[in-house]
Every structure is written in structure tokens, then in C-alpha cells.
Antibody, heavy 122, light 111 residues
Framework: QVQLVQSGAEVKKPGASVKVSCKTS????????IHWVRQAPGQGLEWMGW????????NSAQNFQGRVTMTRDTSISTAYMELSRLRSDDTALYYC???????????????WGQGTLLTVSS | QSALTQPASVSGSLGQSITISCTGT?????????VSWYQQHPGKAPKLMIY???DRPSGVSNRFSGSKSANTASLTISGLQAEDEADYYC???????????FGGGTKVTVL
């Protein structure tokens, strides 16, 4: 069965960086876009960006451009999201999720990781 | 790009039907049939309930249905049950190589 398993909770200081992993199994990793979505406490879902695991191509939301780096390691079917220059308002639950394929960035997220809680505090 | 517009809350009694709207523009909902709906219970990851405007993934109850008219998509929950109480988010494809959009979310309360 398809599974996305994310790394554990993180506590970081303002200005630091964090790297979250998303280990996938149960399907061919390079056949589906992986998206990163975050949710601040009590708030809605916010799209951060996506990575094409086959090509490594990425696209990120304007809000995060320059601060977010999405990468992947195809040998271990794992996607990564690194966020730098952390601020207190980056405190949120970060999810990875799988799209329906690679033809288009449909944004049809049928499988989600369990979420990684990031707390940014001095 | 702006988020899609959803009502903040919708409520209904057990057994009733409710409809949640999701309004976009001709750049997203109005021009593409790639609208999805997600259900999120507190402390849980979102769950895909509807995709491509009106299709249900395997295992999703047929009490959930989706539709679209012009720039507005809708999610209808019929025969409302206690477990339907959750937050619901819509999303839409926009255009190639850009990010899809989310709605702001709607809290559904079952009275």
C-alpha cells in the first residue's frame, strides 16, 4: 500500500534551517509529483511547492521563494523540503502529499504523510 | 495568486444535506475540471473526498458529491452524519507549471 512517512517534530531557533524528509513506499517514486503543504496552528492549508521526482524540477510559492529548497533521493524514494531563515510564523505542521501522476500538476493529493510539526522559538 | 473563496462555516442537522461553495476565477475553477475536495478532522492529515469536480476515490461514501458551475465548485454532503463534522478544503488546478490553489476552508458542524 502507498505510504508517505515523514521525519519527526523539530524545534528550531529563528534564523536557523530545517530539513524535513518524506519517505515513500508502495509505488514507483518517480511516477508521481510530491507536494509540500503547511498548516499553521488553527489555520488553513497553504501550498508550498512541488517536486518532480523524475527530473528533480521544482516550483515553489512566491511566499517561500528563496527560502525553500525541495530535493529528492530516488535511490531511497525520499523527498526533502528544507526551509531556511526560519521565523516564528513558520511554526506549523508540514505535510508531504502525492499527486495523481506526472502529466500535470493536478494537485489531486490522494496520499498524505502524517505531518511534521515545526516549532520556531527563541 | 489569491486563494479560492469558501464560507467559513456551514451547519446542518443529522440526516440533512448541506452544500459548501468554492469560488474561483476563469484562471482556475472556471477553466479547468480539476477541482478537489478534502476533509480534515482535528489532528489528522487531510483526506481526498472528491477529485476532477465530481469523482470519488475508492472508499469514499456516495453521500459526498461534487459539482461545478462557471467559476464556482460545490461539495454536497447528504444524509449528514456526526462523523462528517470536520474542516473541508477545496483546491483547483490553475495552469501548467504553477501551484494549485486551496480554498480557505469551511468548518462543518453537525447539529
Amino acid at each position: 500500500q502507498v505510504q508517505l512517512v515523514q521525519s519527526g517534530a523539530e524545534v528550531k531557533k529563528p534564523g536557523a534551517s530545517v530539513k524535513v524528509s518524506c519517505k515513500t513506499s508502495g509505488y514507483t517514486f518517480t511516477d508521481y509529483y510530491i507536494h509540500w503543504v503547511r498548516q499553521a496552528p488553527g489555520q488553513g492549508l497553504e501550498w508550498m511547492g512541488w517536486i518532480n521526482p523524475k527530473s528533480g524540477g521544482t516550483n515553489s510559492a512566491q511566499n517561500f521563494q528563496g527560502r525553500v529548497t525541495m530535493t529528492r533521493d530516488t535511490s531511497i524514494s525520499t523527498a526533502y523540503m528544507e526551509l531556511s531563515r526560519l521565523r516564528s510564523d513558520d511554526t506549523a505542521l508540514y505535510y508531504c502529499a502525492r499527486d495523481r501522476g506526472l502529466v500535470l500538476v493536478y494537485g489531486t493529493l490522494g496520499y498524505w504523510g502524517q505531518g511534521t510539526l515545526l516549532t520556531v522559538s527563541s | 495568486q489569491s486563494a479560492l473563496t469558501q464560507p467559513a462555516s456551514v451547519s446542518g442537522s443529522l440526516g440533512q444535506s448541506i452544500t459548501i461553495s468554492c469560488t474561483g476565477t476563469t484562471s482556475d475553477i472556471g477553466n479547468y475540471d480539476y477541482v478537489s475536495w478534502y476533509q480534515q478532522h482535528p489532528g489528522k492529515a487531510p483526506k481526498l473526498m472528491i477529485y476532477d469536480v465530481s469523482d470519488r476515490p475508492s472508499g469514499v461514501s456516495n453521500r459526498f458529491s461534487g459539482s461545478k458551475s462557471a467559476n464556482t465548485a460545490s461539495l454536497t454532503i447528504s444524509g449528514l452524519q456526526a462523523e462528517d463534522e470536520a474542516d473541508y478544503y477545496c483546491s483547483s488546478y490553475t495552469r501548467r507549471d504553477t501551484l494549485p490553489l486551496f480554498g480557505g476552508g469551511t468548518k462543518v458542524t453537525v447539529l
